[in-house]
């Protein structure tokens, strides 16, 4: 069983800035892809970012240069550093493990596992 823990979330002003935290629980030999996805009110979930097992990013038009997304492999553990926050960031942001392996032996594993959500709201 994976679980993943959110955190960091909560209320800014225009121009401030948040970083979030989701951290991977369980027996975990190795993880794919992990990043983090947003749902505002009354739109669909959109994807924030997304880093890679070998550190490749892939980060959403609508955040670039305001948003880094990082992580700790060690600690199965990804960030996201967000800056100069507008209020169209306002969003419900959800943790995503695309697949996790495990053990070394492992062939499919198991994913896409989603945190619980932590809420972000930007005030103008």
């Known amino acids: 069983q994976v679980q993943l823990v959110e955190s960091g979330g909560g209320l800014v002003q225009a121009g401030g800035s948040l970083r979030l935290s989701c951290a991977a629980s369980g027996t975990i030999f190795s993880i794919n892809a992990m990043g983090w996805y947003r749902r505002a009110p009354g739109k669909q979930r959109e994807l924030v970012a997304t880093?890679?097992?070998?550190?490749?990013?892939n980060i959403a038009d609508s955040v670039k240069g305001r948003f880094t997304i990082s992580r700790d492999y060690a600690e199965n553990t990804v960030y996201l550093q967000m800056n100069s926050l507008k209020p169209e960031d306002t969003a419900v942001y959800y943790c995503?493990?695309?697949?996790?392996?495990?053990?070394?032996?492992?062939?499919?594993?198991?994913?896409?596992?989603w945190g619980q959500g932590t809420q972000v709201t930007v005030s103008s």
């Open positions: 995503n493990v695309d697949r996790v392996y495990r053990y070394s032996f492992t062939i499919y594993g198991t994913g896409p596992h």
């Open positions: 880093i890679t097992s070998n550190g490749t990013t």
